[in-house]
């Protein structure tokens, strides 16, 4: 099993970042695939999480309107899109794949949204 982000960095406020997310050796298209973020001296929180179908998608009230999530079930892949971002939203961001009691994590990327 494997779950690998990437596309973190540093980013001046108000820019754009988009993270991905690609998965293997799981049945990807079974599992809700979610974003985490947990900044310094935080816990992890749960930042955007997408259906296995990608028909539904949820968002924390911190993000809702700024970032959007998407899946690619043919690529196993899953992204986060984020705008207008802010200072607060520097963290690592985490990759989570989830089935009933099945956790499968990535190692995280980080973003850090500095002048």
């Known amino acids: 099993v494997q779950v690998v982000e990437s596309g973190g960095g540093l980013v001046q406020p108000g820019g754009s970042l988009k993270l991905s997310c690609a998965a293997s050796?799981?049945?990807?298209?079974?599992?809700?695939m979610s974003w985490y973020r947990q900044a310094p001296g935080k816990e992890r929180e749960l930042v955007a999480g997408?259906?296995?179908?990608?028909?539904?998608?949820n968002y924390v009230d911190s993000v809702k309107g700024r970032f959007t999530i998407s899946r690619d079930n043919a690529k196993n892949t899953v992204a986060l899109q984020m705008n207008s971002l802010k200072p607060e939203d520097t963290a690592v961001y985490y990759c989570?794949?989830?089935?009933?009691?099945?956790?499968?994590w990535g190692q995280g990327t980080q973003v850090t949204v500095s002048s």
């Open positions: 997408i259906s296995s179908a990608g028909s539904s998608a």
């Open positions: 989570n794949a989830r089935l009933s009691g099945l956790n499968h």
């Open positions: 050796g799981f049945a990807f298209s079974s599992y809700r």
